[in-house]
T-cell receptor, first 117, second 109 residues
Framework: GAGVSQSPRYKVAKRGQDVALRCDPI?????LFWYQQALGQGPEFLTY????????KSGLPSDRFFAERPEGSVSTLKIQRTQQEDSAVYLC???????????????FGEGSRLTVL | QQPVQSPQAVILREGEDAVINCSSS?????VHWYRQKHGEAPVFLMI?????EQKGHEKISASFNEKKQQSSLYLTASQLSYSGTYFC??????????FGTGTRLTIIP
């Protein structure tokens, strides 16, 4: 596709369940980012990949959060034993990252809205 | 480290101008601006790099004061389509963006 694709768009989980959120970036984009956006707030950085290497995971809130990008394209954000405070929109973004250290223009997906009951 | 934006919200009539400000407490390598409409993905508007280079859309203008660690986004002759929440993103030279608190812009006919 032409843009960043995320699935599922909506996910309702019971507290304690594990969830997996998928991001399919724009073809050829080297950099991939995950952000968490709570209602009415700005996106908060979670983690960053350059190709398959996870270069920064400083924003992951706890060890229940795990992200991977094994082949340098599709990425999965996994949340184990979900808690109510995990409810948010999870945004994925990709960029060409040709002008390091600046990230360049980020192309965002529409996000996965997670609701934990 | 989160940049602070002002104002938090603004209401304009179509055709009026607005300025949105973004301040950082830490030295910036670049500043990015994005607009997000309700329920949609943030959309890129502009990058302002240290040294004065700018990359962005023709109808949007912005400034970046490196010394003051501040950036301002200028919206002139606003249109209904400008409505949304504007976020600045600070890059501290570490290949990630830290987004600001957001400014909600409402344009009324």
């Amino acid at each position: 596709g032409a843009g960043v694709s995320q699935s599922p768009r909506y996910k309702v989980a019971k507290r304690g369940q594990d969830v997996a959120l998928r991001c399919d970036p724009i073809s050829g984009h080297v950099s991939l980012f995950w952000y968490q956006q709570a209602l009415g707030q700005g996106p908060e950085f979670l983690t960053y990949f350059q190709n398959e290497a996870q270069l920064d995971k400083s924003g992951l809130p706890s060890d229940r959060f795990f992200a991977e990008r094994p082949e340098g394209s599709v990425s999965t954000l996994k949340i184990q034993r979900t808690q109510q405070e995990d409810s948010a929109v999870y945004l994925c973004a990709s960029s060409l990252a040709l002008s390091s250290p600046d990230v360049g223009e980020l192309f965002f997906g529409e996000g996965s809205r997670l609701t934990v009951l | 480290q989160q940049p602070v934006q002002s104002p938090q919200a603004v209401i304009l009539r179509e055709g009026e101008d607005a300025v949105i400000n973004c301040s950082s407490s830490k030295a910036l390598y670049s500043v990015h601006w994005y607009r997000q409409k309700h329920g949609e993905a943030p959309v890129f508007l502009m990058i302002l790099l240290k040294g004065g280079e700018q990359k962005g859309h023709e109808k949007i203008s912005a400034s970046f004061n490196e010394k003051k660690q501040q950036s301002s986004l200028y919206l002139t002759a606003s249109q209904l389509s400008y409505s949304g929440t504007y976020f600045c993103g600070s890059n501290f030279g570490n290949e990630k963006l830290t987004f600001g608190t957001g400014t909600r812009l409402t344009i009324i006919p």
